[in-house]
């Protein structure tokens, strides 16, 4: 039985650790809706999410949060606004070694302002080809965007890393609704 009382939607490019991320984060199994990937233009990975990927985490104040994944890839966009239906906010993930990282940040970040105005950004995978792109892109673009949200580097495998995006993210909702505890 799903009891959350928010609802967090994790977003970005096939291969960029959504999954992950909420593996790590998860007090419950995860419900996974992998299948065997048939893209292996995009990424070469075994597997990918081809549904919805959900799991939950309880914060230190007893607050319960849904955490939904999204599929990667724009064939499945059809499913992005009904998941994202409801929710306090977005992670947007991005693979730093992908072909054009801030390209796919953009399209993320435009395609879901459409369902929520908060979000918080990892951009994973930065010890694999590190010299490819530079670190600061990423901030460099936000800041030439005029958009002011939590960016973190992070491995997604690692519960300290996914759950510092998610306070993050909470933390910007907070502020940016006026919200006081």
């Not at 994790?10 to 809706?33: C, H, N, Q, W, Y």
């Not at 996914?162 to 502020?175: F, G, P, R, S, Y």
């Amino acid at each position: 039985m799903i009891l959350q009382q928010y609802k967090i939607v994790f977003a970005g490019s096939m291969g960029a650790g959504k999954t992950e991320a909420i593996r790590s984060l998860s007090d419950v199994p995860v419900l996974l809706t992998e299948a065997f990937n048939t893209d292996q233009d995009s990424h070469e990975k075994l597997q990918t999410t081809v549904g919805i990927d959900y799991g939950e985490v309880t914060l230190e104040d007893g607050v319960k949060i849904g955490l939904y994944g999204t599929p990667g890839q724009s064939r499945f966009d059809f499913i992005w606004p009904v998941i994202c239906q409801g929710a306090i906010g977005a992670i947007i993930l991005i693979d730093h070694n992908c072909d054009a990282p801030l390209q796919e940040l953009e399209t993320f970040l435009e395609t879901f302002q459409n369902y929520t105005d908060n979000f918080a950004i990892g951009i994973t995978h930065v010890d694999v080809n590190s010299n490819r792109h530079s670190l600061s892109i990423y901030k460099e673009w936000l800041i030439g965007q005029d958009l002011f949200c939590p960016l973190f580097f992070i491995d997604a495998r690692k519960k300290e890393d996914a759950l510092l995006l998610l306070e993050a993210l909470i933390t910007a909702v907070e502020v940016n609704h006026n919200i006081s505890a």
